[in-house]
């Protein structure tokens, strides 16, 4: 069996102790390869040299809407040089989050968009992180498209993920999934196509219900898959294959 993680933090301090040791673990599990998503400018170097260092490892680069304080002109400037120059398989982690306090909805929207002007250019699919702002990303993506991606962690609704869908998206499911309590993922993930599908662990957060409390890995990416399973009536090894063949696809993986 092989899984691909779709969006998981290895380049974050809280893998430092025992990256290698997780790496492994994730293989000993299936987990073949991991796209590794950028959130500000400051962890680009050390993303890519991680990922130059583990062919299993797939870099993403982009600024996260959460970190807008942190992000200058200068960056989106640099961003697109280290599109360029580095070719990552995704920009991203980008997107708009209207859930976070305090967070400037005009600023982040003019982010959004050089960052999908930059992915628009390169021909790159991007990682969209999307809190209660759905409609405006959908909105936002019809006037600067681009060559599909994900939305991470999704959790709109069923006439959402359709325009989604339709723009070449594929949507990602991870831990929230395997709570019993998640009755609306839980429903989402067992109504969509299941060519829609991506699985995701967003480690180290977002962990699964069996290390609640722990720091989330791609280790644990197995348990999303049995979740999804279990509210699909699916056998793991079909979904295991399905998953993986829309991931390959949507960041073309094996280009």
């Not at 040089?81 to 306090?101: C, K, M, N, Q, S």
């Not at 079909?238 to 073309?252: G, S, W």
Request: hydrophobic letters at 45%; aromatic letters at 6%; proline letters at 5%.
């Amino acid at each position: 069996m092989e899984l691909v993680d779709t969006h998981c933090h290895l380049d974050l301090e809280a893998f430092n102790p025992d990256r290698s040791e997780v790496l492994a673990r994730a293989r000993a599990r299936g987990v073949r390869r991991m796209l590794v998503p950028a959130v500000d400018a400051a962890h680009w170097d050390g993303l890519l040299q991680l990922c130059r260092m583990d062919e299993a490892l797939y870099p993403a680069l982009g600024l996260h809407p959460v970190f807008l304080g942190e992000h200058t002109a200068a960056d989106v400037l640099a961003l697109e040089g280290a599109v360029e120059e580095h070719r990552p398989v995704a920009v991203g982690e980008i997107g708009l989050d209207y859930l976070v306090p305090g967070l400037d909805r005009a600023q982040q929207q003019a982010l959004f968009e050089a960052q999908l002007e930059t992915a628009r250019a390169a021909g790159l699919p991007v990682i969209l992180h999307v809190r209660k702002a759905h409609d405006q990303t959908i909105s936002t993506l019809k006037r600067i498209p681009v060559s599909g991606g994900t939305v991470h962690a999704f959790n709109g609704s069923l006439q959402q993920a359709q325009r989604y869908l339709d723009m070449g998206f594929r949507l990602g499911f991870g831990g929230t999934l395997t709570y019993p309590r998640s009755t609306r993922i839980r429903k989402l993930a067992a109504a969509l196509p299941l060519d829609a599908i991506v699985l995701e662990t967003d480690a180290p957060d977002m962990v699964v219900a069996a290390h609640q409390g722990e720091r989330n890995s791609p280790e644990y990416l197995p348990d999303c898959l049995q979740a999804l399973a279990e509210v699909r009536d699916a056998a793991p090894d079909e979904l295991a294959l399905q998953t993986t063949r829309n991931a390959r696809d949507v960041f073309a993986l094996d280009a």
